[in-house]
């Protein structure tokens, strides 16, 4: 056996379960960490300038590919405080990250010593599991039992709390006879499959919702195979968006009170029978229970079980690893085909087809200053099918997910449930150090772009380029949108007269001047028909550069965005577009 320090048995227990990147910001109490990584020399580190940018780092790095888990590093006190809304945001999206926290030494954890807090409770409700290890000998095996309770079940985050001495207390760690536990996932049986199939046979208007647990399960292909099997359509959630390409047929829209489809609300308040797979029934998704449950029958699948029934009663519950369950399904459905047991829905396909084709909004506006819609349209033209998008919230990001177009899985990374305003910009360097070649667009209203916007230091450091589309109206849009409902336009203002910069008027921050500063690229586009010219030269100065480059667009300062109290009730307040139902075939919109 080998004798090491606690953490250098850490630091391997890493490498065994295929970390080859951490993000962090090195502090006193966890330099014997940084020890320990550098000594290894196989593990790679991007240096934050936050530490909560660097837990949504961790969140973009697995976000992006299956399998892949962020590790996010900092010292003792505020940096764990910091960790919290990565955290936060991990769990809510069942994201497992690895966050890593120095400590007091153990004989000064009750005495207020300096930079000492009580991160596990703080972290507990946030994180699978939060824990400070307080015996050295026990350091390897907490870290085994994290990466196996941040991969079974419901995925999530784990937080492992070291004091300085236990991480630098010498035991017996033998790396060559280390092995990954095995991970637990629930499966579907036959049985359940089967009535489940049954109910839906039962069904004249079907429809399938896929949620980001398909996602996590990787299991993509396995819902359209099955989508085309059956012939059902199919409404993927936000955080599933990609899962089915949106050209697709069977694509049917997505449904909610704002990042939703006008097709897609209609085809759910026209269906009879819905089957959810991976998705926990957001309410940004269903509005109200009654609105959305109303006339029809629900099949609810999903890995953790206290999920069924949390915001609804289904009429059948499966506890199911998404990917298991798809299998499943697949099989039993093409035994039932070729028997001749499977109804045809082939009409009610056609109807939806109809709907997608015709239910759209206009976006193809030539007002100065910008409107959000006219970006989005030529978004989907400048950067095309392989595009990977990144945003968090606001109105710039319903917009986006009102009009732009995600056809590949994990090419829409979005934090659902949590949404922190700063997000976007740190999550998707995170996306490029796990795919250096991926074409990356974040998206980003003004305010949660200068939340975090120090972090665009790091991509021009580490040499992480991607393009940010940063829409500026200068305003809170989405909280001045709601404050509508008190009569109130109050402290949501971001608009002042820059005494630095007078060319941009009213628009207060001169982020093209910031973004610079801070080792990047930035162009401002005012003429919606120079929005091509500026996506192309971004694409130049990203390849040549090899940092982020800010593409600012000067908005109109105010445009509400279609949205409502219930999917039966949206208020649209632009113009829409309701193309007549006998175009010939199905386009793409």
């Known amino acids: 056996m080998a004798r090491m320090m606690a953490i250098e048995a850490a630091v391997h227990v890493l490498e065994k379960e295929g970390v080859s990147v951490c993000f962090g910001v090195p502090g006193a109490a966890i330099n014997p960490f940084y020890a320990a990584l550098q000594r290894n020399g196989r593990i790679g580190h991007v240096l934050a300038r936050h530490v909560e940018g660097a837990s949504h780092m961790a969140e973009g790095y697995t976000r992006a590919k299956a399998g892949n888990i962020g590790v996010c590093i900092g010292t003792s006190g505020p940096a764990g405080t910091d960790m919290i809304t990565g955290l936060y945001s991990a769990s809510a999206d069942s994201i497992p990250i690895l966050c890593i926290t120095g400590q007091a030494p153990r004989a000064r954890l009750h005495k207020e010593d300096f930079q000492a807090v009580d991160i596990p409770s703080i972290a507990k409700p946030v994180a699978k599991w939060a824990v400070t290890v307080l015996e050295p000998g026990q350091v390897p095996y907490a870290f085994q039992q994290a990466f196996h309770l941040m991969r079974s079940g419901r ?141 029809r029958k629900f099949v609810h699948v999903d890995i953790e079980p206290t999920q069924i029934g949390r915001v609804f009663a289904p009429d059948l519950g499966i506890v199911s690893d998404a990917g298991a369950a798809l299998d499943l399904f697949i099989e039993v459905a093409k035994e039932w085909k070729a028997a001749g047991k499977l109804r045809d829905w082939s009409e009610w396909v056609k109807t939806c087809q109809v709907r997608k084709r015709s239910m759209l909004r206009k976006s193809d506006f030539a007002n100065v200053p910008i409107k959000p819609q006219r970006v989005y349209q030529e978004m989907n033209s400048a950067f095309g099918e392989d595009v990977c998008y990144v945003s968090t919230i606001g109105l710039s990001q319903i917009a986006g997910a009102q009009f732009l177009h995600v056809y590949k899985p994990r090419h829409w990374i979005n934090c659902g449930q949590a949404g922190p305003l700063g997000w976007t910009l740190p999550a ?81 921050v001169d982020h093209v001047a910031v973004a610079e500063g801070l080792g990047c690229k930035a162009i401002r586009v005012t003429d919606p028909d120079n929005l091509q010219s500026a996506f192309a030269q971004a694409q130049q100065w990203m390849d040549e550069f090899q940092v982020p480059v800010v593409v600012e667009v000067i908005l109109e300062r105010v445009t509400n965005i279609a949205m409502g109290t219930e999917i039966n009730n949206i208020t649209e307040f632009e113009d829409v577009l309701d193309v007549p139902a006998d175009e010939p075939e199905l386009v793409r919109v």
């Not at 704002?258 to 209609?266: D, F, I, K, L």
């Not at 026209?270 to 959810?276: C, I, P, R």
């Not at 409902?485 to 109050?490: G, L, N, P, V, Y």
């Open 428 to 508: 998707a360097l995170g996306v490029r150090v796990a795919d250096p070649k991926r074409k990356i667009v974040a998206l980003s209203g003004d305010y949660d772009f200068q939340f975090l916007i120090e972090e665009l230091a790091v991509g021009a450091q580490f040499k992480l380029p991607y393009i940010h589309v940063l829409v500026n109206n200068s305003y809170l849009g989405l909280i001045r949108q709601a404050q509508r409902a008190f009569q109130m336009d109050f402290q949501v203002q971001l608009s002042f007269e820059n005494i630095n910069a007078p060319e941009i008027g009213v628009y207060g």
């Open 155 to 295: 995925p999530g985050p784990v937080l492992l709390d070291l004091p300085i001495d236990v991480q630098m207390a010498e035991i017996e760690f033998d790396p060559d006879a280390y092995e990954p536990l095995p991970t637990y996932k629930p499966t579907a049986t036959r049985a359940q499959v089967e009535k489940a199939l049954a109910m839906l046979n039962a069904a004249e208007r079907p429809l399938l919702v896929a949620g980001g647990g398909i996602i996590n399960a990787d299991a993509s292909d396995r819902l359209v195979e099955f989508a085309e099997v059956v012939g059902l359509p199919v409404i993927p959630t936000l955080m599933a968006w990609g899962a089915i390409p949106d050209d697709h047929p069977l694509m049917a829209g997505m449904v909610g009170l704002q990042t939703a489809h006008r097709y897609g609300n209609a085809a759910m308040l026209a269906s009879d029978f819905v089957l959810g797979i991976g998705n926990r029934w957001a309410n940004r998704h269903t509005g109200s229970v009654d609105v959305y449950t109303k006339g």
